[in-house]
């Protein structure tokens, strides 16, 4: 987990540099960048819940790295697009792994 971690925090810095370029290049590419920032940030986050193991980083992991692998296959990005579909097949297979910050009510 803290291979992929450490590659997504990587990722993260490289989307929120090109997302803070987007945001000099007008009005369209502001909001891109912004909304490119935003993931950006998101997936810090998820990242850091992913090295605590925790259940919504796992949930919140697999939506971004889903929805990366669509655009990879859209955009015919091959070798992203292999990368993307083996750590969501290691996150499908490390699920249990992953716990709840949630306490138990003691009722049975």
Known sequence: MKIIA???FIGSLFGLFG????????AI???????VV?????HVFVMIGLL??????????????GSGFLI??????FLALVVGGVVILYLFA???R??????????V
């Open 19 to 26: 997302g803070l370029a987007l945001l000099q290049s007008g």
């Open 29 to 35: 590419g502001g909001l891109l960048g912004l909304v």
């Open 6 to 8: 450490g590659l997504g």
């Open 94 to 96: 490390i699920s249990h």
């Open 98 to 107: 992953f716990h709840s910050t949630s306490r138990p009510s003691g009722k």
């Open 52 to 65: 605590s193991m925790e259940v919504w980083a796992h949930g919140l992991a697999l939506l971004l790295y």
């Open 38 to 42: 935003g993931i950006s940030i998101l």
């Open 72 to 77: 990879d296959l859209v955009m015919a990005n």
